[in-house]
């Protein structure tokens, strides 16, 4: 597909100890594409491979088996970084630096002009609201403020392709709105993003399309709006109804022979997508869910 | 493994660097090519290829701007991580030395160098840890909190990331030594009495080749091997005729130094050459305490004999060496009789003489040859030939013997044209004995002796300064023959004599003329006048003449040997003069 920025082909990676012994199949024969200009989260409980495929993307592991394309590239080829902005789960930036400095660096790593490098890091340091604490090292920086300068940084390239480990951990609820923010205007400029994230919430309001891992496994792919519709369910919305009106629903509906009519706001979201996803993944090991499956068990699950 | 001392040359070291790289790289990309192959078997070619491509590309899409930016990130990580403390450590260490460093009065000589040697030795370990914690920092500390994945999620190579960090941390240690070195100077410049500055300018090494003489004062080719040092340091026995020789063949002008001694009332400025050496003595015999503590004795004799240097050589074997001892001590009469003896012995009785005495014979007449060349003297021309053409007569000798060694031939050797050569050189020597006295002076300078500490410390340093003006010794000889040309010239001339007394101008005119030192030259005068007095001299017809009709040679080899020919204030046999100076000027060396 030409419209693919990433394919990921039978991707596995083992960690071995020193003596090449296999400690964790952290990813087992994975494989799925990003779409070019979408938003594509990356879900799955802690330890689940996340960051492993993360960095395999990039160039940081090695692969054990599999192939991938980034950007058309292979992974360990360097000059596909010319497009790609990483922020790293963890921000691992130099503490003796400042913001301005850092920027610098990074800016200088792509060989950008001097010009463009401060008008670029003016631009990123108003965007993530460092403008008070730029000239500070970052080893005074609170955890918001290095992931902060960490997005900056990954952004200095004004990348095509953005690879979000965790982008909200540790900002507060003002972060967490303008990261979301921010993650749509890249997505309205035509980049891809690709995020990991435990915030469901923020995936569900970002991402277009999710993938779900478990132990490593590829448990749950697909757009977010159809993996979250309950197809044996149907919501209704309105404005909020009368008692009066509630009841003539309900004889309509009763008519039609349909008796377990509930009127409450609905919680089918990706929290529960989610929670059911590593459940069943704990009781059925091995199994890939179809969309139609989750929706089908999301019923199981509600009754 | 030789130690020899070598000229610096940039394009062999150039060359050397670059084979000693070639020669690691090849290793290592061999090395790595057979882990591949181990790792992954079969598919390791592969893999290695890919590496190697990759690594070559790196190397030529290398970018300056990254590595700059790589090299200035290490820069500021050593300011804001304060390896430049090191300054302050180094600060306070130089204003508190002052106060043990100055109470040296004891060894005053020893100021300079213990100032420098602290300097150094305080730059050395504070260097150290400033670049230990640099190299602690930069790439392993990169990997270890993983800012380096940071960095290579950005188009930067490996190879631009180590370059780049070696270079920032170059740099750092390049400027600490640059600081350190400048205050470090200034530091000691003020700190050191003015007089022992002069100390502080660099001494260029002058290293003199080494030869040997064993216990009966015979040429060895080592010395004795205690057992427990490097061969190079090898011994001479003590309290025998063994003697350790050091050739040095660049001394002149240039090597001459001023240099202060001693402090406050005693100092006094000296002139001269420097010499400098380390000993060792080792004792081979048990002995009682107090002989080891009573140290070892030990003395320099300064000489410049180019004979020895043309005729040396001459001394391989026994048959040979009557010859060369008489050549060497300059006794050319003699040294021509012995040749003439050697010569009738090749003509009448061949084969007494081992092929192996041809051989050095030959060899020594060879390097007779061109010795007496190098000197470039045109009064030496015919007996430098003669020694050429003796040497080539030996060549065709020997090349025969040889034939005849190894082929069994019996072709009759040349030893009659051998025989006669010698002669011929023989008869050259005789006939330009003068000429080769004249310019192969010998003389020779013993410098007070001095004392080798106890043995068991080891080593003892020995540095003395040989003055410029010196109490020479020339060898009898060369000092009558010196002292004879000036005077038989004058005399003939008439100049040695005003009215019936020697010359009132005469110490005016051997100064000038002759170029002698104004105390040699009112020595001269006054012995001149003594000797007139007591009748061994005499004026007839307005000219000075010795007595009985002998030459001035024999007068002056006279009183040298009586001792006559001393001052008053000397206290020895040596005639006091800068004899040097006035050698020299009076043609002795051709330099
Ligand atoms: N360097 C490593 N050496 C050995 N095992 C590792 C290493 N890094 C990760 N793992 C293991 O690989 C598995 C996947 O780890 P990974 O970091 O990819 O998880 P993740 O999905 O990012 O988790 P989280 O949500 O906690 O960030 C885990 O079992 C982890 O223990
Ligand atoms: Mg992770």
Same mark, same amino acid.
């Given at each position: 597909?030409?419209?693919?920025?990433?394919?990921?082909?039978?991707?596995?990676?083992?960690?071995?100890?020193?003596?090449?012994?296999?400690?964790? $199949? *952290?990813?087992?024969?994975?494989?799925?594409? =990003?779409?070019?200009? #979408?938003?594509?989260?990356? &879900?799955? @409980?802690? %330890?689940?491979?996340?960051?492993?495929?993360?960095?395999?993307?990039?160039?940081?592991?090695?692969?054990?088996?599999?192939?991938?394309?980034?950007?058309?590239?292979?992974?360990?080829?360097?000059?596909?970084?010319?497009?790609?902005?990483?922020?790293?789960?963890?921000?691992?930036?130099?503490?003796?630096?400042?913001?301005?400095?850092?920027?610098?660096?990074?800016?200088?790593?792509?060989?950008?002009?001097?010009?463009?490098?401060?008008?670029?890091?003016?631009?990123?340091?108003?965007?993530?609201?460092?403008?008070?604490?730029?000239?500070?090292?970052?080893?005074?920086?609170?955890?918001?403020?290095?992931?902060?300068?960490?997005?900056? $940084? *990954?952004?200095?390239?004004?990348?095509?392709? =953005?690879?979000?480990? #965790?982008?909200?951990?540790? &900002?507060? @609820?003002? %972060?967490?709105?303008?990261?979301?923010?921010?993650?749509?205007?890249?997505?309205?400029?035509?980049?891809?993003?690709?995020?990991?994230?435990?915030?469901?919430?923020?995936?569900?309001?970002?991402?277009?399309?999710?993938?779900?891992?478990?132990?490593?496994?590829?448990?749950?792919?697909?757009?977010?709006?159809?993996?979250?519709?309950?197809?044996?369910?149907?919501?209704?919305?309105?404005?909020?109804?009368?008692?009066?009106?509630?009841?003539?629903?309900?004889?309509?509906?009763?008519?039609?022979?349909?008796?377990?009519?509930?009127?409450?706001?609905?919680?089918?979201?990706?929290?529960?997508?989610?929670?059911?996803?590593?459940?069943?993944?704990?009781?059925?090991?091995?199994?890939?869910?179809?969309?139609?499956?989750?929706?089908?068990?999301?019923?199981?699950?509600?009754? | 493994?030789?130690?020899?001392?070598?000229?610096?040359?940039?394009?062999?070291?150039?060359?050397?660097?670059?084979?000693?790289?070639?020669?690691?790289?090849?290793?290592?990309?061999?090395?790595?090519?057979?882990?591949?192959?181990?790792?992954?078997?079969?598919?390791?070619?592969?893999?290695?290829?890919?590496?190697?491509?990759?690594?070559?590309?790196?190397?030529?899409?290398?970018?300056?701007?990254?590595?700059?930016?790589?090299?200035?990130?290490?820069?500021?990580?050593?300011?804001?991580?304060?390896?430049?403390?090191?300054?302050?450590?180094?600060?306070?260490?130089?204003?508190?030395?002052?106060?043990?460093?100055?109470?040296?009065?004891?060894?005053?000589?020893l100021q300079v160098s213990i100032h420098v040697t602290f300097l150094l030795t305080a730059i050395a370990w504070l260097i150290l840890p400033a670049v230990i914690f640099l190299s602690c920092w930069a790439l392993p500390e990169d990997i270890r909190i993983r800012s380096l994945h940071t960095v290579v999620t950005k188009p930067a190579r490996r190879l631009e990331i180590v370059i780049g960090r070696m270079a920032g941390m170059g740099i750092v240690a390049c400027l600490v030594l640059v600081v350190m070195g400048v205050i470090g100077a200034v530091w000691i410049y003020r700190k050191l009495p003015e007089n022992s500055r002069s100390q502080l300018t660099c001494r260029v090494p002058v290293f003199g080749q080494l030869y040997f003489f064993d216990v009966d004062g015979q040429p060895a080719?080592?010395?004795?091997?205690?057992?427990?040092?490097?061969?190079?340091?090898?011994?001479?026995?003590?309290?025998?005729?063994?003697?350790?020789?050091?050739?040095?063949?660049?001394?002149?002008?240039?090597?001459?130094?001023?240099?202060?001694?001693?402090?406050?009332?005693?100092?006094?400025?000296?002139?001269?050459?420097?010499?400098?050496?380390?000993?060792?003595?080792?004792?081979?015999?048990?002995?009682?305490?107090?002989?080891?503590?009573?140290?070892?004795?030990?003395?320099?004799?300064?000489?410049?004999?180019?004979?020895?240097?043309?005729?040396?050589?001459?001394?391989?074997?026994?048959?040979?060496?009557?010859?060369?001892?008489?050549?060497?001590?300059?006794?050319?009469?003699?040294?021509?009789?012995?040749?003439?003896?050697?010569?009738?012995?090749?003509?009448?009785?061949?084969?007494?003489?081992?092929?192996?005495?041809?051989?050095?014979?030959?060899?020594?007449?060879?390097?007779?040859?061109?010795?007496?060349?190098?000197?470039?003297?045109?009064?030496?021309?015919?007996?430098?030939?003669?020694?050429?053409?003796?040497?080539?007569?030996?060549?065709?000798?020997?090349?025969?013997?040889?034939?005849?060694?190894?082929?069994?031939?019996?072709?009759?050797?040349?030893?009659?044209?051998?025989?006669?050569?010698?002669?011929?050189?023989?008869?050259?020597?005789?006939?330009?004995?003068?000429?080769?006295?004249?310019?192969?002076?010998?003389?020779?300078?013993?410098?007070?002796?001095?004392?080798?500490?106890?043995?068991?410390?080891?080593?003892?340093?020995?540095?003395?300064?040989?003055?410029?003006?010196?109490?020479?010794?020339?060898?009898?000889?060369?000092?009558?023959?010196?002292?004879?040309?000036?005077?038989?010239?004058?005399?003939?001339?008439?100049?040695?004599?005003?009215?019936?007394?020697?010359?009132?101008?005469?110490?005016?005119?051997?100064?000038?003329?002759?170029?002698?030192?104004?105390?040699?030259?009112?020595?001269?005068?006054?012995?001149?006048?003594?000797?007139?007095?007591?009748?061994?001299?005499?004026?007839?017809?307005?000219?000075?003449?010795?007595?009985?009709?002998?030459?001035?040679?024999?007068?002056?080899?006279?009183?040298?040997?009586?001792?006559?020919?001393?001052?008053?204030?000397?206290?020895?046999?040596?005639?006091?003069k800068d004899l040097l100076t006035d050698l020299v000027s009076n043609g002795f060396y051709a330099s």
């Amino acid at each position: 597909m030409s419209n693919a920025v990433i394919e990921i082909r039978n991707l596995s990676k083992i960690y071995r100890d020193f003596w090449g012994r296999k400690k964790v $199949q *952290a990813v087992k024969s994975l494989s799925m594409d =990003v779409q070019k200009g #979408e938003v594509f989260g990356l &879900l799955g @409980p802690n %330890g689940s491979g996340k960051t492993t495929t993360m960095k395999m993307l990039l160039g940081l592991l090695f692969p054990t088996s599999g192939e991938m394309t980034i950007l058309g590239k292979s992974a360990s080829d360097v000059s596909k970084n010319e497009k790609i902005g990483y922020l790293p789960e963890e921000s691992y930036l130099y503490r003796f630096l400042n913001a301005d400095e850092t920027l610098d660096f990074y800016g200088r790593l792509f060989n950008m002009s001097a010009a463009d490098r401060i008008r670029r890091s003016d631009e990123l340091i108003e965007m993530v609201g460092l403008g008070k604490a730029r000239r500070r090292q970052l080893k005074e920086y609170s955890k918001g403020m290095t992931r902060r300068i960490g997005l900056a $940084q *990954a952004l200095i390239n004004d990348p095509e392709l =953005v690879l979000l480990d #965790e982008p909200t951990s540790g &900002l507060d @609820p003002l %972060g967490t709105r303008e990261m979301k923010d921010l993650i749509l205007r890249l997505k309205a400029q035509g980049k891809t993003v690709v995020m990991c994230s435990h915030q469901l919430a923020d995936v569900q309001d970002v991402c277009d399309r999710i993938a779900v891992l478990f132990q490593g496994e590829l448990k749950v792919l697909g757009r977010v709006d159809e993996l979250l519709e309950m197809r044996n369910e149907t919501q209704m919305r309105t404005s909020s109804l009368s008692k009066e009106a509630e009841e003539d629903i309900r004889k309509v509906l009763e008519k039609h022979n349909i008796k377990n009519a509930q009127f409450t706001s609905p919680r089918a979201d990706l929290e529960e997508l989610f929670l059911r996803t590593v459940r069943e993944s704990g009781e059925r090991p091995g199994r890939r869910f179809s969309a139609e499956e989750i929706a089908a068990s999301g019923k199981g699950g509600n009754a | 493994m030789d130690f020899d001392i070598r000229p610096y040359n940039l394009s062999s070291a150039a060359t050397s660097w670059m084979m000693l790289v070639g020669i690691l790289t090849l290793i290592s990309v061999g090395l790595s090519f057979v882990l591949s192959l181990a790792r992954n078997g079969g598919s390791g070619v592969a893999i290695f290829t890919r590496g190697l491509g990759s690594y070559l590309g790196d190397l030529f899409s290398l970018s300056l701007g990254r590595i700059y930016a790589l090299t200035k990130l290490t820069l500021l990580e050593a300011i804001r991580r304060k390896a430049l403390l090191v300054f302050v450590v180094f600060a306070v260490l130089l204003m508190f030395a002052g106060w043990f460093l100055t109470d040296t009065n004891s060894r005053p000589e020893l100021q300079v160098s213990i100032h420098v040697t602290f300097l150094l030795t305080a730059i050395a370990w504070l260097i150290l840890p400033a670049v230990i914690f640099l190299s602690c920092w930069a790439l392993p500390e990169d990997i270890r909190i993983r800012s380096l994945h940071t960095v290579v999620t950005k188009p930067a190579r490996r190879l631009e990331i180590v370059i780049g960090r070696m270079a920032g941390m170059g740099i750092v240690a390049c400027l600490v030594l640059v600081v350190m070195g400048v205050i470090g100077a200034v530091w000691i410049y003020r700190k050191l009495p003015e007089n022992s500055r002069s100390q502080l300018t660099c001494r260029v090494p002058v290293f003199g080749q080494l030869y040997f003489f064993d216990v009966d004062g015979q040429p060895a080719a080592t010395g004795i091997n205690v057992g427990d040092t490097w061969m190079y340091r090898s011994h001479i026995a003590g309290n025998s005729r063994a003697r350790a020789v050091w050739m040095f063949r660049d001394v002149n002008e240039s090597s001459i130094v001023r240099e202060t001694i001693g402090t406050g009332d005693e100092a006094k400025t000296v002139e001269g050459v420097k010499l400098e050496c380390r000993f060792e003595a080792f004792r081979t015999v048990k002995g009682s305490e107090k002989s080891v503590l009573q140290g070892v004795q030990a003395q320099y004799t300064l000489s410049s004999n180019p004979r020895e240097e043309a005729f040396g050589m001459l001394s391989q074997g026994e048959a040979l060496r009557p010859v060369a001892d008489a050549l060497r001590d300059g006794q050319f009469r003699n040294g021509s009789e012995r040749l003439k003896e050697l010569a009738t012995r090749v003509r009448s009785n061949p084969d007494e003489l081992r092929p192996a005495d041809y051989l050095g014979l030959q060899n020594g007449l060879a390097v007779a040859g061109v010795v007496l060349k190098e000197l470039k003297l045109p009064a030496l021309l015919p007996v430098q030939e003669k020694f050429e053409a003796a040497s080539n007569s030996g060549i065709a000798l020997i090349r025969v013997l040889q034939i005849n060694n190894t082929t069994g031939a019996t072709d009759k050797p040349p030893y009659a044209e051998f025989a006669e050569s010698l002669e011929t050189l023989a008869g050259g020597i005789l006939e330009n004995a003068d000429v080769l006295h004249e310019s192969l002076p010998k003389l020779e300078v013993p410098l007070p002796a001095f004392h080798i500490s106890e043995y068991h410390e080891g080593a003892a340093e020995n540095i003395t300064v040989v003055p410029r003006k010196l109490r020479f010794a020339a060898d009898y000889e060369t000092l009558a023959r010196f002292l004879s040309g000036i005077f038989e010239k004058w005399s003939e001339e008439g100049k040695l004599v005003e009215g019936n007394a020697i010359s009132s101008g005469l110490v005016d005119s051997l100064q000038k003329d002759a170029s002698v030192s104004p105390l040699n030259a009112e020595l001269l005068v006054t012995v001149l006048n003594e000797q007139l007095t007591a009748g061994t001299l005499k004026i007839s017809d307005g000219k000075l003449a010795v007595v009985d009709g002998r030459r001035w040679f024999a007068f002056f080899d006279d009183l040298i040997r009586k001792e006559l020919l001393i001052s008053q204030d000397t206290d020895g046999w040596l005639i006091e003069k800068d004899l040097l100076t006035d050698l020299v000027s009076n043609g002795f060396y051709a330099s």
